[in-house]
C-alpha cells in the first residue's frame, strides 16, 4: 500500500443479499500491532442472475499514519 508494507492478517466474509439477489465479498488486511486501524479493505457486490456481474467494487488503501 502507499504507507509502506506490512505484515498483516487477511480476514474475509462473505453474504447474500436475498430482497435484491446480490452477492457480497468483503475483505480487509490489518497488522494490529503496527495500526489500529485497517492497512486495506476491499468489498465486491456481485448482480444477481447466470452472469453474476460486478454491480460495486470499492478497496481503499492506507495512505500514511501516525500512531498517538
Known amino acids: 500500500?502507499?504507507?509502506?508494507?506490512f505484515d498483516t492478517f487477511k480476514?474475509?466474509?462473505g453474504g447474500f443479499m436475498r430482497d435484491a439477489g446480490r452477492r457480497?465479498?468483503?475483505?480487509y488486511?490489518?497488522?494490529?500491532d503496527k495500526v489500529r486501524g485497517y492497512i486495506?479493505?476491499?468489498?465486491?457486490?456481485k448482480g444477481g442472475g447466470r452472469r453474476q456481474r460486478f454491480r460495486n467494487t470499492d478497496r481503499l488503501e492506507l495512505v500514511s499514519f501516525q500512531q498517538s
Open 24 to 27: 457480497v465479498e468483503v475483505a
Open 1 to 5: 500500500v502507499p504507507a509502506g508494507t
Open 11 to 13: 480476514v474475509e466474509g
Open 29 to 32: 488486511w490489518v497488522a494490529p
Open 40 to 45: 486495506a479493505y476491499q468489498m465486491l457486490v
